[in-house]
């Protein structure tokens, strides 16, 4: 079993929808979690960053750790044809010394 | 903000050629990485280094090595490169923070390396 797994997709939603982005992750001692975006042929830029559970908000992005389940999940909201990219999901190891990634969901925000 | 620049966007070279990329970053940070990035694959780490001339294996390290002589600057080594290692290529550094607040992974822009 991978320590991260997301679903590839993609996914097509027209402008304006809600997006639901998720991953879902096997070791309970995780901690942190990010969510990147890529564009692509460019590296992943970090969008998102939230400790243990709850959510956390950032404009249109809310991001939500549900340990219990350990189900992460990125909202956008109102979403935009510019947020069309692809989005990763990672948490690191216990000693920081290695990140672990999902394998990316690619979003498709058609205008 | 956290700057790690790759020194090529793109670079095709031939088989059996020595590779060199070159990352740098700009803050500091102590741990630096390099992964490939295939579709289907997703991001699969070759190599890591906490420190200047420290490094460690990643999952994917054969056919590849590193130096990194300055704590700033990060380089991958192809030996002798094959037509497998035609993949994008991303650098990533990150601060040792043991409280793990500030452990975030910053990514250059990649470098998408085709070999012939």
């Known amino acids: 079993q991978k320590e991260v797994e997301q679903d590839p997709g993609p996914l097509s939603v027209p402008e304006g929808a809600i997006v639901s982005l998720n991953c879902t992750y096997s070791?309970?001692?995780?901690?942190?979690f990010m969510w990147y975006r890529q564009y692509s042929r460019k590296g992943p830029e970090l969008l998102m960053y939230t400790y243990s559970s709850g959510n956390k908000e950032d404009g249109r992005f809310t991001a939500q750790v549900d340990k219990s389940s350990k189900y992460i999940s990125l909202f956008i909201r109102d979403s935009q044809p510019s947020d069309s990219a692809t989005y990763l999901c990672a948490t690191p190891k216990y000693n920081f010394n290695k990140f672990y990634f999902g394998s990316g969901t690619k979003l498709n925000v058609k205008p | 903000d956290v700057k790690v620049t790759q020194s090529s966007r793109y670079l095709v070279k031939r088989t059996g050629e020595k590779v060199f990329l070159e990352c740098v970053q700009d803050?500091?940070?102590?741990?630096m990485f390099w992964y490939r990035q295939d579709p289907g694959l997703g991001l699969r780490l070759i190599y890591f280094?906490?420190?200047?001339?420290?490094?460690e294996k990643g999952d994917i390290p054969e056919g590849y090595s590193v130096s990194r002589e300055k704590k700033e600057r990060f380089s991958l080594i192809l030996e002798s490169a094959s037509t497998n290692q035609t993949s994008m290529y991303l650098c990533?550094?990150?601060?040792?923070?043991?409280?793990?607040?500030?452990?975030?992974?910053?990514f250059g822009a990649g470098t998408r390396l085709s070999v012939l």
């Open positions: 803050m500091d940070h102590e741990n």
């Open positions: 990533a550094s990150s601060l040792d923070d043991r409280l793990g607040a500030k452990n975030i992974q910053y």
């Open positions: 280094s906490y420190d200047v001339k420290m490094k």
């Open positions: 070791n309970s001692a995780f901690q942190y």
